[in-house]
């Protein structure tokens, strides 16, 4: 599956970006956004599941993204409100197999395409 990310950009501390995820085929069970900040490991963001939209997060991300999908376009989405300097990364989304691993330490991937920048600074 091919897993194309798009959306990053350029944001003010406390500003919203939305990032989509376009799949070439909407058949894995469940979809996630990891992130990975230079110099730092990846990160696991938030998962969601493909038949009824089940919603998990880590807590650094809680309360301020939303994980969401449309079946019917093969897009998952990433709504990040409130950012923080923090949230620097390019994010990437995945097909994942595993949901408490990816979670823990991203393992429990299938497949991750190209990424998105998210830069959040004054």
């Known amino acids: 599956v091919q897993l194309q990310a798009s959306g990053g950009g350029l944001v003010h501390p406390g500003g919203s970006l939305r990032l989509s995820c376009v799949a070439s085929?909407?058949?894995?069970?469940?979809y996630g956004w990891f992130r990975q900040a230079p110099g730092k490991e990846r990160e696991a963001v938030a998962c969601?599941?493909?038949?009824?939209?089940?919603?998990f997060y880590v807590d650094s991300v809680k309360g301020r993204f939303s994980i969401s999908r449309n079946n019917a376009e093969n897009t998952v989405y990433l709504q990040m409100d409130s950012l923080k300097p923090e949230d620097t990364a390019v994010y990437y989304c995945?097909?994942?197999?595993?949901?408490?691993?990816?979670?823990?330490?991203?393992?429990?991937?299938?497949?991750w395409g190209s990424g998105t920048l998210v830069t959040v600074s004054s």
């Open positions: 995945a097909t994942v197999k595993w949901v408490l691993a990816f979670l823990k330490n991203t393992r429990g991937m299938d497949s």
């Open positions: 085929e909407f058949t894995s069970s469940y």
């Open positions: 969601i599941t493909r038949n009824d939209g089940n919603t």
